[in-house]
Structures are given as C-alpha cells and as structure tokens.
C-alpha cells in the first residue's frame, strides 16, 4: 500500500484532511480519555521520531500492511521538524496532512501519538535540533505555500494536533508513547481523561511531562512500569545510533529518522516481549523505502 494522495499546495484540501483526521482519532472507539487501547490481538508495527527523513514514512506504511487485516495497527509520531529544509523554510506540514489522511481512511489502524516537536508547533514554543528554530522555518514553509490562508491552515494543524492521543496502551503489557516522564509523581489519571490546555504547558503540565521525558535510571523505569501496569514501554525521542537500543530492562528506544532507523513490529495476541527480544527484532527502513 502507498500513502494517499494529497494535493498539499490545495489549502481547501489540507485543512480538510487535518480536520477530518482530527475528527477521527477522537471518535475511534478505541479511544478512551488521552490513550488509545488495543485488544489481544492483531499486530502492532511501531516507529520511532520520523522528522520528515526521506522515504520512510512511506516504508512504515508498506510495512504496516493495514489493508490486509483491520487488526494490523500502526503508530506514527514526531513527523516534522526534519533536517531538509528549502531557504530556511521547513515543508513537513505535508507529512502531518498524509498521516491526517491516513487516520481518516483507517480510523482504528493508524495512531499518531503526541511527541515534543508536535507539541511545541502547537504552542508555539521555540525548538530546534541545532539547525535554527524549528517552529519559525515551519510557519515560513506554510507562509510561502498558502500565503494570505496559511494561519487557516495553521489553525487546522493544531486542531490536529492537539487530538492526538498521549499513549497507545496494548492489553498485553506493551505501553507505547513518545517517552516517559521523568518524575516518579507522574498522575497516571492523565491517561484516561481528554486533555486540557494546562496540560500541554511546562514545566508541570502532564502532557508536557511526558513527551520531554528522558530519565532512563532503571529503578525509576521499573517503578514507572509497574504504576502503568506495563510490562515494556516502547519510545522514541532519544537518539539510538543503530536505530534501535534498550538502555535499561523494560525500555526500548525506536528511531526512524536516520539511515539506520527502524521499526518493530508486536504480536498483540501474545505475552509482551522482553526488551532484548524487541530490540533484536528490528526491521531496517532502508530495505523498504521507495527508490529516490
């Protein structure tokens, strides 16, 4: 399967899709407050921070298979904010309308999740990794394309954004979001009740909390997994030089956002595996983007 096809110089049909997709994921039945839940069984493929890295957004859908079974899942986070940039203008706002169309054409399948770049677009909140403020050469990439429509289609993107589900909690034990937070006062009620405003706000905001999260101490993951009722988290947001690695027990990290990115794919019907059986069943991206 491909992605579908957007016309992304069409400001009508990007904030169309943003919108629908935003009106899906909160009326999936699988939604429950800010989590996703998913049954025993199907499949799960997860990936890591994505930034807009060339072709592999397109191969983690081929790889996903969603039309071969309504139980194949796919989780997609930190789509923007990528190193490619055209006169200081970023371009990934096409990344957010394709995954948008993604969600609308398979509600229950395709689960965007709240990450830290998601975030900071939303609010406008300064960022970067070391190539200048992320935040501005977006809005610069929607000021050239849609000109005089581009706050239209800024609005869109946040509506967007803010539905996105926290975390994707499978019933198995497998707890998936961007990171995990590093306070060990964490309020777990967060998971299970629609967001507020408050909450996407630092430094005590829970959504905040939680996709800036970078503590991998392993008696503070063991403490997170049990008051989660987890048996692995599954995360992206620090780099793994190979793609994939797990820092402690119980905490793997995903990238998919360089040439060594991968994916992994989960048996929900089965027992959670363990961190190492997660980490040596990696999937390389490379072997599935399409040719450039």
Request: net charge negative; hydrophobic share 45%; proline share 6%.
């Amino acid at each position: 399967m491909s992605l579908p096809e957007v016309n992304f110089l069409d400001a009508d049909e990007v904030i169309s899709v943003l919108e629908a997709g935003a009106d899906a994921m909160e009326d999936s039945p699988l939604r429950q407050g800010a989590s996703v839940r998913l049954p025993l069984r199907g499949t799960l493929l997860f990936s890591g921070d994505i930034h807009d890295y060339p072709g592999h957004l397109e191969a983690i859908v081929r790889l996903a298979n969603l039309d071969e079974s309504p139980d194949n899942h796919v989780i997609l986070h930190e789509l923007i904010h990528g190193e490619r940039v055209f006169n200081g203008m970023d371009m990934s706002y096409r990344n957010l309308s394709a995954v948008a169309a993604l969600v609308q054409r398979y509600p229950r399948q395709v689960h965007p999740i709240l990450a830290n770049h998601e975030l900071a677009q939303c609010f406008r909140i300064a960022v970067s990794k070391g190539g200048g403020d992320q935040v501005a050469m977006f809005d610069a990439g929607l000021d050239y394309v849609f000109s005089d429509r581009a706050e239209e289609v800024a609005t869109a993107i946040r509506d967007f954004i803010r539905a996105m589900p926290l975390v994707v909690r499978a019933e198995n034990g497998v707890w998936c979001g961007h990171s995990i937070p590093a306070q060990g006062d964490f309020d777990r009620a967060i998971f299970d009740r629609p967001l507020e405003d408050a909450d996407y706000l630092g430094p005590d905001g829970g959504a905040w909390r939680l996709v800036w999260g970078r503590l991998q101490d392993p008696a503070h993951v063991k403490a997170l997994l049990a008051k989660f009722d987890a048996k692995v988290f599954l995360v992206g947001h620090c780099h793994a030089e190979m793609g994939i690695e797990s820092p402690v027990d119980g905490l793997v990290v995903v990238n998919s956002d360089h040439d060594r990115g991968v994916v992994v794919q989960i048996d929900l019907a089965a027992k959670a595996p363990s961190a190492r059986d997660i980490e040596r069943s990696a999937i390389p991206l490379g072997l599935y983007r399409p040719p450039s």
